[in-house]
């Protein structure tokens, strides 16, 4: 990084610690630290609520996704601004009526202490958990790219955010949230305008989107049909977007505590729901966006020799391997298919069809190449997956002084946005549905107010160890945060399904049919990880959901009978 | 306090009057962006 990125990277962070800590001033109680005495209006509710959202990875992540696998990834949204009215309409009346700090108080009072107890444990676990890697995620890819040293980039990531998240509670985090996602916005447009600009001659927007198509990069809406029959382990369609989607979803945005706990913030119901709508119609266009980043990084790269593998870390150890020799010769090819590449795009627009149907081959023995290569680092002990590393390789290459610094404060950015709202609801739940619930002592206020604050603290610390810990584990974590919110999620939306839709249905019932179905969630997860079946993650949302309902429904018709006999 | 329907203002629906125009808003900008993005795939693929 050159003087003028490092000028605007401790610039911005700067200003963030700054504004977080300015804007801490609070009442010195629960309700101000964790619910910012309820004042928020609908427009920072928005924010805040996309902000906690999109984390690094949204951003870093998304553009690499569309490079490699094209734009379908988008129909994950889609299940969003379904879930929101579904949320607007049973969710936020329940909670905002009941003056709630945590959304599991609400389970206790509907059906019993243990289920409200296992509920507020399935979210710390995932969600404590979640947050580790969602440190550790965005810093292994920078320490890779800048060199820097992974212990002090966790560090830096997931402490210097503590500084006003344990001051200021969620008014600090909500200001700052907003801040920093218009700096984002605005970073990512400027980041779209620089690859366009930077096509050759005759080649505008429109170009780029076409030939990204033609070599099969707009594939915005995919069904999951193959040969007249639907693939199940298809990850991303628009079935398994709208109904998958719909449920993780749902589940996200209406019981776990980081997103509960911003629309709790708000003035009043009105201000909550204004916020969640507004953030179902936004997001699938900033979505979509993102990954358009992604297909125009790819059509640059038809033009511009791309690098053999995005992981320049991986990339020398195999250099220095007994590989080497391979990869010297795979490097040959690619240079070869770059040279054939230009000379059919120098064919574009005049003879388009011709140019197409000659880079479509091309390609092809591109993707080759790559497996080929990602063969050998895989070999050489390392991970083949360079997703993740795309944009940013393309960002450090390619892009002028200063705006790289700034696409590097994004991503402490955005990755402090998610985290701070995480530790908040850690905290918030830890407080809430442990410490006060289960503690004889009646406490006063500012002891309260200084207990949740060390919690705060508390999962901050916890968080960069699990960080740190994880440093040694390789780069397939970055997978598992979203596959480990799958896992919980669907269990903890059914407990909720049951406890707004089946008055009937009371504590026990649904305690049990939580744990078993919990357990075959997992046992469905390991299945289609050891390949007995073929099941794509987004399905177990809807899966544990239904369980819930499904077991609960079954254990309390068996209740009443159990209760007359005895 | 109440507006003349009888709904508490905290929660009476901005812009459209009721809560049931808006999710049917959502639903059709959705539908919208479905049909926007079917061009798109069939226009550049």
């Known amino acids: 990084m050159k003087s003028l990125d490092w000028f605007v990277l401790i610039i911005t962070l700067a200003a963030i610690i700054l504004y977080g800590v300015y804007k801490s001033r609070t009442t010195r109680d629960l309700d101000g630290y964790f619910l910012s005495n309820r004042s928020m209006p609908w427009y920072l509710i928005l924010l805040s609520i996309m902000g906690t959202q999109a984390s690094a990875i949204t951003f870093l992540a998304a553009p690499g996704q569309a490079y490699t696998d094209g734009m379908r990834f988008i129909q994950y949204y889609f299940g969003l601004p379904l879930a929101a009215i579904v949320i607007c309409i049973s969710f936020v009346p329940v909670f905002s009526r009941l003056k709630v700090f945590t959304a599991y108080e609400y389970l206790e009072q509907r059906f019993d202490l243990k289920t409200r107890t296992l509920t507020s444990f399935l979210f710390l676990l995932q969600r404590g958990l979640s947050t580790g890697i969602s440190i550790y995620a965005p810093s292994i890819i920078l320490s890779v790219l800048l060199g820097w040293n992974i212990y002090l980039t966790n560090l830096f990531m997931g402490g210097l955010l503590i500084i006003y998240t344990v001051t200021g509670g969620a008014r600090a985090v909500a200001y700052t949230q907003t801040f920093q996602f218009l700096i984002i916005i605005g970073a990512m447009f400027t980041a779209g305008y620089f690859i366009v600009k930077d096509l050759p001659p005759g080649i505008g927007f429109s170009d780029a989107l076409l030939v990204g198509g033609k070599l099969g990069k707009m594939n915005v809406i995919t069904t999951g049909f193959k040969d007249g029959r639907f693939d199940w382990g298809e990850r991303y369609n628009i079935f398994s977007g709208v109904i998958g989607g719909f449920f993780l979803l749902l589940s996200y945005f209406g019981t776990d505590q980081s997103q509960v706990g911003r629309y709790l913030t708000a003035r009043n119901l009105t201000e909550s729901r204004l916020g969640l709508l507004m953030n179902g119609i936004v997001k699938v266009p900033m979505q979509f966006f993102i990954l358009l980043i992604g297909v125009l990084v790819f059509t640059f790269y038809q033009f511009n020799k791309a690098p053999a593998f995005f992981n320049e870390l991986e990339l020398k150890r195999l250099e220095q391997s007994v590989y080497s020799d391979s990869l010297h010769h795979l490097k040959q090819e690619l240079q070869s298919i770059q040279q054939r590449k230009e000379a059919a795009l120098a064919l574009y627009p005049g003879q388009q069809e011709t140019a197409f149907q000659q880079l479509r081959v091309l390609q092809k023995e591109t993707d080759a190449v790559r497996v080929q290569i990602k063969g050998l680092v895989k070999n050489n002990g390392g991970a083949d997956n360079d997703t993740n590393y795309i944009f940013l390789h393309f960002v450090v290459d390619y892009l002028p002084a200063g705006l790289v610094g700034l696409i590097i404060a994004i991503i402490f950015l955005a990755s402090w946005g998610s985290i701070a709202a995480a530790l908040n609801s850690l905290a918030s739940s830890t407080v809430i549905d442990f410490h006060k619930r289960f503690s004889a002592k009646k406490y006063p206020e500012e002891k309260e107010y200084r207990i949740s604050k060390n919690y705060t603290l508390l999962w901050g610390l916890f968080c960069i160890a699990v960080a740190m810990f994880v440093s040694n584990w390789g780069n397939s974590l970055i997978e598992v945060v979203n596959v480990l919110g799958s896992l919980f999620y669907g269990t903890i939306l059914g407990i909720f399904l049951v406890a707004f839709y089946c008055k009937r249905i009371k504590g026990n019932a649904v305690f049990w049919a939580a744990l078993i179905a919990e357990l075959i969630v997992v046992l469905l997860f390991f299945l289609n990880e050891y390949k007995v079946i073929a099941l794509g993650f987004l399905w177990l949302n809807a899966i544990g959901a239904l369980l819930v309902w499904g077991i609960s429904f079954l254990l309390q018709l068996r209740t009443p009978l159990q209760t007359a006999r005895n | ?45």
């Open chain 2, 1 to 45: 306090m109440h507006n003349r329907n009888n709904i508490p203002d905290e929660d009476r629906a901005p812009l459209l009057g009721s809560w049931t125009r808006w999710y049917v808003l959502m639903i059709v900008v959705l539908l919208l962006l479905i049909a926007c993005f079917y061009w798109i795939t069939k226009n550049y693929s």
